[in-house]
């Protein structure tokens, strides 16, 4: 028996919500402003000018934040779609292979590559009307399919002319028509690695922290140990994650009385929070055993690259099809723009995706929007931004609701492909590529009329333990960021350096090292290495770790100056 999601209580659109309603009301912190006409949201609460709705509760069907299970879906995930869509997955198998190194290999040039693309080149365009009255066939349907997207790419011949890669219509298709509903961009996203892409122990019943964490990952490009682990352990972050919502909702309840006892009350829970922060860095942490980092940075990383992966100098990736049912697509998904010209340039996945920090950041009144100067930055960086537009359509997906329309996401476009320059604004364009619910849940958490800063501000004298409570939550996030940096220095940085193991090149299908070759030491620049969000690295891990401690009351009690 299929699982059904419960219809949603409102309308299906954003547009003909009830006056009032959390999703009807435009947070002004998306507007946009002559500095910033894409109007990227901030995260800095104090923006809402007062519009923000009178809502604390965090933990809401709406968004889809589970209260056992946190951003994971609350009820287990579909482990393979079956009918006409067995398709997929059978293209899916076929490019695994059948045991751990039998599978496609990132730019294959082999018979097995070519016979693969071939196969679905020729794959029909299947219909996804199947699959619209179930959220868990949904998210499965966008797994597969982009993990589709990124074997096709990723096993492509390099072309000799400069052109964006072709998507074939049978993934772009119904990519494009199955993503606008979840609220997320046709390719490889952490909810499509990570939220979607879990087994608790008992998949029969529903995940939770102890007694049925997640255990198995469904889809891996790879097939290794290493992807799978690493998969996992963001799962058992994420699941980590969702007594630290739990404390931020106390919290909130607490903000809105503010008397004495909740004053102690909240410095308990942001004590807790801190506690449940630093459990979220140790599950982190157990990448440095569990993860291989030469299989991580030469086998499996490089399937993750998205259509802006060579900087400014990307072609992006051009989904097909749209011109033989334009009728039909333009109204769910793409405007007709993507046809025959530059490709889109979206962003690979990213445990920077993620909900579980943003959502801390935002309780903790962390900022990281960008400044007036790197605003300018950022939009000098968008090279074309009609082109590279998006449509994220803004309606919720209801089991009875037919396909909603498309809405423009409030004019945040992806206009960022060229992103490096724009490291600043990396955490807002992020939001792009959550889910719908949990997006909206971070704008409506960074509209709340009651946030923590100024009140904990205002008590620090009187309240010296409150300040010293929510202090520590903050040096706890900036312990989980130092780790995290120590975490991508050996995953990243050190393994850039390094030409790969024998082992790993023959996995990678690369040809043995010469001698001179294997004593040569690969020059690298630090700043040149970018993530797979796009990101330059470590300006970008840098800026997001002081911008935490800049958001603490005492900093010099911690050790640290404020600037
Ligand atoms: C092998 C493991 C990991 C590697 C190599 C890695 C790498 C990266 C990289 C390169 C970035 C920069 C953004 C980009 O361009 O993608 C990033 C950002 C980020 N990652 Fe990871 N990551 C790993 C695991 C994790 C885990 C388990 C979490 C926990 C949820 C996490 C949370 C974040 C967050 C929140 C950001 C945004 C920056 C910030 O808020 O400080 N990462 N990561």
Wanted: charged fraction near 20%; glycine fraction near 6%.
């Amino acid at each position: 028996m299929i699982p059904k999601r419960s219809p949603s209580p409102g309308p299906p659109t954003i547009h003909s919500l009830p006056p009032g309603h959390f999703l009807s009301l435009q947070p002004s912190f998306a507007q946009p402003t002559e500095s910033f006409p894409s109007g990227l949201p901030s995260t800095f609460s104090h923006e809402s000018g007062g519009q923000a709705p009178n809502t604390a509760s965090l933990a809401s069907a709406d968004f889809e934040v589970d209260v056992r299970t946190g951003f994971l879906p609350g009820s287990s995930n579909i482990a393979r779609l079956s009918g006409q869509y067995e398709i997929w997955e059978e293209a899916l198998d076929a490019a695994r292979g059948a045991h751990t190194g039998e599978g496609l290999i990132v730019g294959g040039q082999r018979e097995k590559e070519r016979l693969w693309r071939d196969a679905l080149d020729s794959m029909p365009v299947v219909d996804t009307t199947g699959l619209l009255s179930s959220l868990p066939h949904l998210r499965r349907a966008h797994v597969v399919l982009t993990f589709l997207a990124h074997f096709y790419v990723h096993t492509s011949p390099a072309s000799s002319i400069p052109e964006p890669t072709p998507i074939p219509a049978c993934i772009s298709v119904p990519l494009l028509t199955v993503s606008p509903l979840l609220g997320l961009p046709p390719v490889l996203t952490y909810a499509d690695t990570v939220l979607y892409n879990f087994l608790p122990f008992n998949p029969s019943i529903a995940p939770s922290v102890k007694s049925n964490p997640p255990s198995e990952i469904i889809t891996t490009f790879t097939g290794t140990r290493s992807e799978e682990q690493f998969f996992l352990i963001s799962a058992l972050c994420e699941i980590a994650g969702a007594e630290a919502l739990r404390l931020m909702r106390q919290s909130l309840d607490e903000l809105f009385l503010a008397d004495e006892k909740a004053l102690r009350r909240l410095t308990v829970y942001l004590k807790k929070l801190a506690h449940q922060i630093d459990k979220i860095s140790d599950v982190t942490m157990t990448l440095m055993q569990e993860v291989d980092p030469e299989e991580f940075y030469h086998l499996i990383r490089p399937w993750f690259r998205g259509g802006d992966s060579d900087g400014p100098a990307s072609l992006g990736w051009n989904y097909l099809g749209l011109d033989e049912d334009v009728e039909h697509l333009t109204s769910v998904a793409e405007s007709r723009s993507t046809v025959g010209k530059k490709g889109k340039l979206f962003s690979g996945p990213s445990a920077g995706q993620s909900s579980l920090i943003h959502a801390i950041d935002i309780f903790l009144t962390v900022d990281h929007s960008p400044t007036a100067e790197e605003r300018e930055e950022a939009l000098n960086a968008i090279e074309h931004p009609d082109q590279s537009k998006i449509l994220v359509d803004s309606t919720p997906v209801s089991a009875d609701s037919p396909p909603p329309a498309a809405t423009p996401a409030h004019g945040h476009g992806h206009g960022h492909g060229s992103a490096p320059k724009g490291e600043a604004t990396f955490v807002q364009r992020m939001l792009q590529y959550m889910p719908l619910p949990h997006r909206s849940f971070i704008l409506h958490l960074s509209t709340h009329p009651n946030p923590l800063r100024p009140l904990v501000v205002h008590y620090a004298h009187s309240h010296p333990a409150l300040a010293t409570a929510y202090d520590g939550a903050l040096e706890a996030l900036r312990r989980f960021r130092e780790k995290h940096m120590r975490v991508v220095s050996l995953f990243i940085v050190q393994q850039a350096r390094r030409q790969p193991s024998e082992r790993v090149r023959k996995m990678t299908g690369l040809a043995p090292l010469t001698e001179e070759e294997m004593v040569e030491q690969k020059e690298v620049d630090i700043n040149e290495i970018r993530g797979t969000g796009g990101s330059a690295l470590f300006k970008f891990l840098k800026r997001c770790r002081d911008n935490t401690t800049k958001a603490m009351v005492r900093p010099n009690a911690a050790g640290y100056e404020l600037q």
